[in-house]
């Protein structure tokens, strides 16, 4: 009989996977961790988009630098980068509704 391949490790806590293949592309991250899903996020943007974005949060570039930088024009990064933010908000979002509920204990949640 054939063994079955995954293309990631089958792991109870990521059932989520199987329910919402369009969110995964190999990589695996914590759907409970913040930063670990902005940085899927990210990974998840076109090349061209992602490199817009990433000069505009990381290397503080204003529009014109990365215009001149990657040989478009100024509407072209504004258009890059609202694309950029709309894709990395629908992704985070589709995340957070999609992700199991935490089970955290009454210490880390407690009721006030």
């Known amino acids: 009989m054939a063994r079955l391949h995954l293309p990631w490790p089958l792991v109870v806590s990521q059932w ?3 329910r919402y293949p369009s969110l995964w592309r190999g990589r695996t991250f914590d759907p409970h961790n913040g ?3 902005l940085s ?3 990974l998840r943007l076109r090349r061209g ?3 817009v974005f990433l000069l505009n949060h990381i290397r503080e570039f ?3 630098l990365i215009a001149r930088h ?3 024009s100024i509407a072209d990064v504004q258009s890059l980068l609202a694309d950029a933010l709309y894709e990395i908000s629908r992704t985070v979002d589709l995340i957070e509704r999609a ?3 935490s089970k ?3 210490a880390e949640h407690p009721d006030v």
């Open 49 to 51: 988009t992602r490199d």
């Open 16 to 18: 989520w996977r199987w």
């Open 62 to 64: 204003d529009y014109a």
């Open 104 to 106: 955290l204990s009454k």
């Open 99 to 101: 992700r199991p509920a």
């Open 35 to 37: 930063q670990q899903v």
């Open 40 to 42: 899927y996020a990210v």
């Open 70 to 72: 990657l040989g478009l």
